[in-house]
């Protein structure tokens, strides 16, 4: 009864990473984090240094910062994950009784990011960004199909980035940045007593038809470095390069069960103890990421860029829970990610002193493999359109707006109660559609 008690819970609560997420890039990454960089796909992000919002991407950008200035903006993310269908079975081969589909289980949400720098004598400039550069919010239905692998998902993050930059030389700049990233999660889903129970032999056990519920939520401060440096040989053409650090959070806080205290989950939390609210910690790394970007200008009033970047995804090989109820010890369960990549094309025209227009590519690969997929996640690779405009209806103010239609390859989730952490959660296939809309405004002044 014990082990299969801690069992149950540790297949409930060890996808929190894995939930975390379904955000605009892949994996669990927001890479809106410019409206100016997303009209051009974030092409050249690494190198172009057009504003500064640029120096989330290579705080080496701040390098090219003339004059005191401040960006403020906001991005709608409004991803749509249609589940088309879903089928399950409990261990014991019931069919899970529920829904099987749902117009949409991804959350829309705004994400906002502000950044102000300033020059110094000798070359040297200043900044701070201050954004959210992980997270988003998913849902299903309580009583889908698939409820014991996920129901309600959510991350987000704070990252606090003051930055310097040195430029020795008009056509080299060096930057490096200090991390204070804040990230608070929460994670549901439903749990098999029933199962539970049947395998324990108690009487009156009904896979799949007595339910309870567990509920994870903690937060953590986590810190990191970012680097990079710009150079400009010929006058027009920039090479960037940049690295984010890997942040290792441990998230503290507390899992909350409920169930029928006076049924089968009553008998078996009194049996072993396992069940009961208590406090809980969850490793969550975000990955490191290396960058490398070029800007090409063609004319004066036309140029072209290219950006790789190369996300460390495969720090999810592993993650670990610890629960402070000693009748549930720690528990690891292995994920699987692996690196991916991000590319981009992009170009940007001037038809006049005023006026702005961008537009570009990309190709975002998924870290998830096909063999690991989960509810939580169902993500896969991804092909951007962006277009972008910007006005400069005064010397000391541009205004910037940005349109992206991400497509997303359709996804299948394939999981068996096998699978490692899934002991009591049952088969689960489930096929999905997605796609992804985003619009962003910003505003910049300088003076």
Avoid at 253 to 280: E, H, L, P
Avoid at 385 to 409: C, H, K, N, R
Wanted: charged share 20%; aromatic share 10%.
């Amino acid at each position: 009864m014990r082990r299969l008690g801690i069992g149950s819970v540790a297949g409930s609560l060890l996808t929190l990473a894995l939930g975390i997420g379904g955000a605009e890039a892949a994996g669990f990454a927001l890479k809106e984090q410019s409206t100016t960089a997303q009209g051009n796909a974030f092409a050249g992000a690494t190198s172009a240094a057009e504003d500064v919002s640029y120096m989330f991407f290579n705080p080496a950008a701040l390098g090219w910062v003339a004059k005191i200035e401040a960006a403020t903006m906001a991005t709608l993310v409004a991803p749509r994950s249609k589940l088309e269908s879903a089928e399950g079975r409990t261990v014991p081969g019931t069919a899970i009784p529920g829904r099987g589909h749902a117009d949409d289980i991804a959350d829309n949400a705004v994400v906002p990011a502000f950044y102000a720098a300033a020059p110094l004598p000798g070359g040297v400039r200043i900044g701070l960004g201050i954004n959210a550069p992980f997270g988003l919010e998913t849902g299903y239905p309580d009583q889908w199909v698939g409820r014991y692998h996920a129901v309600h998902s959510r991350l987000t993050t704070v990252n606090i980035n003051p930055a310097v930059a040195w430029r020795p030389r008009d056509w080299v700049a060096f930057g490096a940045g200090f991390q204070a990233q804040h990230a608070d999660g929460e994670l549901t889903n439903a749990v098999d007593f029933g199962t539970i129970g049947a395998a324990a032999r108690i009487p009156g056990a009904a896979p799949g038809r007595q339910d309870g519920f567990a509920r994870l939520t903690g937060d953590d401060w986590a810190y990191g470095w970012d680097a990079g440096a710009i150079v400009e040989p010929v006058a027009g053409t920039r090479f960037g390069i940049a690295y984010r650090s890997e942040i290792q959070h441990t998230l503290d806080g507390d899992v909350d069960f409920s169930g029928d205290t006076t049924g089968i989950a009553g008998i078996i939390r009194r049996a072993t103890g396992a069940f009961a609210d208590t406090d809980a910690s969850l490793k969550l790394n975000t990955p490191a990421s290396l960058s490398f970007g070029v800007h090409q200008d063609v004319t004066d009033r036309l140029a072209v860029m290219a950006e790789a970047q190369w996300t460390d995804w495969s720090v999810f090989d592993q993650l670990t829970v610890k629960f402070d109820n000693p009748a549930q010890p720690d528990n690891v369960t292995e994920e699987e990610w692996r690196d991916s990549w991000f590319f981009a094309l992009g170009a940007t025209w001037r038809p006049d002193d005023r006026w702005t227009l961008r537009a570009g590519i990309a190709f975002d690969q998924s870290p998830v493999r096909d063999r690991s997929r989960t509810p939580r996640i169902p993500d896969e690779n991804r092909y951007w359109l962006s277009l972008g405009a910007g006005w400069q209806p005064l010397p000391w103010l541009g205004l910037d707006a940005a349109f992206t239609y991400i497509l997303v390859e359709d996804s299948e989730v394939d999981l068996a109660a096998t699978d490692t952490g899934s002991a009591f959660r049952g088969d689960l296939h489930a096929s999905y559609d997605n796609d992804i809309i985003l619009a962003g405004l910003s505003a910049r002044v300088r003076f």
